[in-house]
């Protein structure tokens, strides 16, 4: 008798301790990159997707316990300037600046910015446009549209097209 419930006592401690590796094991993987293109939402995703001559760019996850995204969108109210990031760790990061933002317009981007990872800077200033479908300072959302090409600032000749962009991020305002 005292054997069958040391043999079931080892059974269960055993069985626990597995689920418990189980759990453990789950729980600490990192979340998955998003390996398509976002659809367009308004809702304050979390989202940005684009295409760099035909190669899928989606922002990326950090490594840490509340897998905080690689994305940011900061408005200062008193510059009206509106800054976007986003982060590939594999591809690289893009950068927006947009002065006045204004909704369901094209925006003239005051300056755009993408660094490969290999470090190639490629940029526009004045010259693009992005098309915001979402810009609210009461929810704190942001979302929008954008295709451009960006020139090397290393050399001029080279370009890059960026195309399908969109983005649908949750907005931080400042107010200096």
């Known amino acids: ?3 069958q419930r040391l043999v079931l006592s080892l059974y269960t401690l055993t069985f ?24 367009e939402t308004q809702t304050g995703a979390n989202t940005f997707g684009c295409y ?3 190669q899928l760019f989606v922002r990326s996850y950090g490594a840490t316990i ?14 009206a300037f509106l800054e976007i990031y986003a ?17 369901n317009t094209f925006n003239r981007i005051y300056k755009v910015v ?3 990872s290999n470090h190639d800077l490629y940029s526009s200033k004045n010259m693009d446009y992005i098309y915001l479908t979402k810009f609210d300072t009461i929810n ?17 000749t080279l370009k890059i097209n960026i ?10 305002i400042y107010n200096n």
């Open 114 to 116: 993408f660094e490969s």
């Open 16 to 39: 626990t301790i597995f689920l418990l590796f189980i759990i453990l094991t789950l729980s600490s993987c990192d979340k998955e990159d998003i390996q398509v293109l976002p659809q």
């Open 140 to 156: 704190k959302i942001v979302s929008g549209r954008f295709d451009y090409i960006l020139k090397s600032e290393s050399d001029s």
């Open 1 to 3: 008798m005292k054997n």
């Open 163 to 172: 195309s399908k962009g969109r983005f649908d991020i949750k907005l931080d």
């Open 87 to 103: 982060e590939n760790k594999d591809i690289g990061n893009f950068g927006f600046w947009i002065k006045n933002p204004k909704v």
């Open 52 to 54: 760099i001559e035909n």
């Open 66 to 79: 509340t897998h905080t995204p690689y994305i940011s969108a900061i408005y200062t109210k008193d510059s």
